[in-house]
């Protein structure tokens, strides 16, 4: 099977997974969720379309890295000889005209590294998820590829023949290629590439200059940000859970699912490791993208999550004309969680707005119009925390009442009432903060299994271990050090831990019993080991879990615990966060660090 060795670039308007040997294989254009025109990912195990390359010829390695703490990838081919070509790719994005500048293009540079390496270009796009291969035109300086809907326009300075001829030539100087939308270039492809280059790297050099950095892993935490901030969609606000539809949990395992939507509870987690780095820009598109969405919470349940964009279709259908990942299918369109019942996304609307009333870095802070806006998600959430749900494993083919979307609920009720209290709404505050205290006593005693006294994932049901109750803690609703929390652990670690590798749980689903390891659930399960004292070895479990990154530092949603393989939609928001989180926690401090401080 084909691993997920590739790195990402992208602007937060579109974004390309470039492989080891420099082959974009996936590139929805014109944003995030769009139609992949290079879909090869899914184009089983040998596509003959699909995809962009460059093949050197005589080719013996490759080496791939990021430029230093930018989202510009370099990918170095070599042959025998010693010789090769060094590919540099980025999606533009840099301040232009005083605003910022991020169209929905992908630039490539091919330069000599030495002699005249004798080179082939290969583009060939595929359009309506493999069914159309689409047509092409040449003009002047460029060549349009035609799907049914759309048009997509390659320029560049390198032999038109040769591209369109797929033909071998030599290459004595760098040549250029811009892919994107069908129009001019104000420049030659050279000095746009040069300028972009020069421009999105000092972008992104910036950025992370902002960043509130642990002393330790910094590198890792760098990449992770960076990363995230990828999966963001500049123009709405919205975030992807993924970039990714239907790269498997597991091989064999039909667990296929389309990532290309914003779920309320990833995207809560994603601004919150954001704000914790000092990056709170994605929170506050965010927060805007949510109360446009969702204007107040009067009008029913909320779906758990939402196209990044108006107009999008979330209704869940197969690509036939897909094989699949490595031939390992199906490859779903949409997604049926849509029309689902998952009750903890009230909470998480309420907690991503939380901070923005505190925050003075802010240039809008929270006011008692938002406040009143949050105030019916907030009576949702207490109506909603006993009903039964599909909880956040989006469990198919059962619901219950689940202890983690309860908690949520009441961690809605009780944020309302801190943020009532901040301003002086004192009356509606000891309101909240009574209804949140009745409702988490209820949780608690509805969740403890009785006669063994810890807490199950389930309400008023038999002890299900799931991996949800190490975050209890991180939301407030119980004290790391309280016995019954403690007795917790020791369940979830004698029934969940795979050598520091957690699964979500350990009974069957709607597709069997799950396999590998959901790679979030290993990083709540150090932050529990650190709440509880276990500082050490959570820092051992860390390190294992640093080691699962792909060549590029990257992280999908699974890992297998017999191989360490990757698995699951590529790159997980959810993944990414984890290690950002986990890092800050361990980290020793600056003065630590540097000083020796203790």
Known sequence: MPGLDYAVVGNC?????????????????????????????????????????VLLHGQSGSTQRYLRNSAVVETLLTDAAGGGVRVLDLAPRFRRFGRMYRPPMLLRRIEPVSGRPRIRLRVRPSFAYGTDRGRTSIGSNHIRYYGADMVLRLTTDAPLTYVTEEAEFGLDRPVNLVIGPDESLPESPDAVLRQALAETEAYWLEWVRGLNLPFDWQEAVIRA????????????????????????????????WDYRFCWLRDAFFTVGALNRLNATRTMEGFLRFIMDTVPDGSSGPIPPLFPIAPGTLVDERIATALPGFGGDGPVRIGNAAVSQRQNDSYGAIVMTATQMFWDQRLTRTGDVALYRQLV?????????????????????????????SAAMCWAALDRLGAIAQHLGLATEAQDWERRADALRARIIAAATVPGEGWLSGVLNGDGVADASTFLLPEIGMIKATDPLFLRTVEVLERRLVRDGIVLRYDHADDFGTPEVGFLVCTFWYIDTLARIGRKQEARVVFERAL?????????????????????????????????????MRLSRSWEEGLWRAS
């Open 13 to 53: 308007a579109v974004a390309s997974l470039i492989s080891t040997s420099a082959r974009h294989d996936w590139f929805c254009f014109p944003r995030l969720d769009g139609e992949p025109v290079f879909d090869a990912l899914l184009g089983g195990t040998n596509p003959e379309c699909g995809f962009m390359d």
């Open 225 to 256: 940000a960076i990363t995230l901030k990828l999966c963001s969609f500049e123009d709405t606000g919205g975030i992807v859970a993924a970039l990714t539809t239907s790269v498997p949990e597991a091989p064999g395992s039909g667990r296929c």
């Open 376 to 404: 019916g998600i907030g009576r949702q959430a207490e109506r909603a925390a006993f009903e039964p749900d599909a909880g956040l494993w989006e469990y198919r083919g059962r619901a219950a009442a689940h202890t983690h």
């Open 547 to 583: 080691a699962w990154r792909n060549h590029v530092g990257l992280l999908s949603e699974d890992v297998a615990p017999a191989t360490g393989a990757l698995w699951g939609n590529f790159p997980q928001t959810y993944s990414q966060v984890g290690l950002i989180l986990s890092a």
